[in-house]
């Protein structure tokens, strides 16, 4: 199984699927490379990508480290995931928390964005808007056991149609969780990088094309925070979407719509 290996020797584990342009997939809190199983088979599917996605510090096939982790360490895991695949530049999506690591890894990797991609995702710091304290305290009331929190938080997380009409959506999120479970300290770990994450002052500086995608309904990372992504990158675009965090259960075919256009328009660049 191949593995880059970071600053600090912590070995991350990446794969590479399809051929074409490369695009790199950032997960979010808790969640490995099978949260992208509703994505990696449409991309591949259109011939024209090369998909690299990767397990962050902490969760999957990857090392868990011990202490916190950092925004900025987990953006120089991913230039250490190119770097091993042999790509130089890509086209970048993130999503909640990976799409924290995506905005800071334009930032700090700014050559290497062919073009950006941020779901549902914050800026954080002062200028983020916050969930309600009802929310922050059930994210890490149950963190010992990731699984079974995340079927205890759908409220938050799903919109009410897919956890009236579709619950087997739910139910095939948190399979593919339980395929590699994420442990406390893991968990914990990105909970902290999330928490210290702030990229504000920088946002600004970005000059790779980017796409914020946010649900109207998301209360973990109320939509206001997309808003002001997109306010704050020059040229973004931001689309809105009737959906709750977990947009690619709520509104899977919105989400590829709008994300299949803004890569239709890279590719032709």
């Known amino acids: ?133 009802e929310v922050l305290s059930s994210l890490v009331s149950r963190a010992d056991d990731p699984a079974n929190a995340y079927r205890a938080n759908a409220w938050f997380l799903y919109s009410e149609r897919t956890r009236t009409e579709h619950p087997d959506r739910i139910e095939e999120d948190i399979g593919n969780r339980l395929k590699i479970p994420t442990t406390p300290q893991g968990y914990l770990g990105q909970f902290m990088a999330a928490v210290s994450h702030d990229v504000w002052d920088e946002l600004p500086t970005i000059s790779a094309p980017t796409l914020v995608v946010h649900g109207c309904h998301d209360l973990l990372i109320p939509p206001g925070n997309g808003r002001r992504i997109a306010d704050r990158i020059p040229g973004a675009t931001y689309v809105e979407v009737q959906a709750g965090h977990m947009m690619q259960a709520d509104a899977l075919d919105e989400v590829r719509e709008a994300v299949g256009r803004f890569l239709d328009l890279q590719l032709a660049r």
């Open 1 to 133: 199984m191949p593995h880059a290996v970071a600053t600090d020797g912590a070995r991350i584990y990446y794969e590479v699927h399809g051929d074409g342009e490369p695009i790199v997939l950032i997960m979010g809190l808790g969640s490995n490379i099978y949260g992208w199983a509703r994505t990696i088979p449409w991309l591949v599917d259109q011939g024209r990508w090369q998909v690299v996605a990767l397990d962050n510090r902490g969760v999957g096939r990857s090392d868990v480290p011990e202490g916190g982790y950092t925004i900025e360490q987990m953006a120089d895991d991913v230039a250490a995931v190119l770097d091993a695949a042999g790509v130089d530049s890509a086209h970048v999506v993130g999503a909640s928390l990976g799409g924290m690591v995506a905005q800071r890894f334009a930032v700090r990797h700014r050559e290497r964005v062919r073009s950006l991609v941020l779901l549902c995702t914050s800026p954080g710091g002062p200028n983020a808007e916050r969930a309600s304290e």
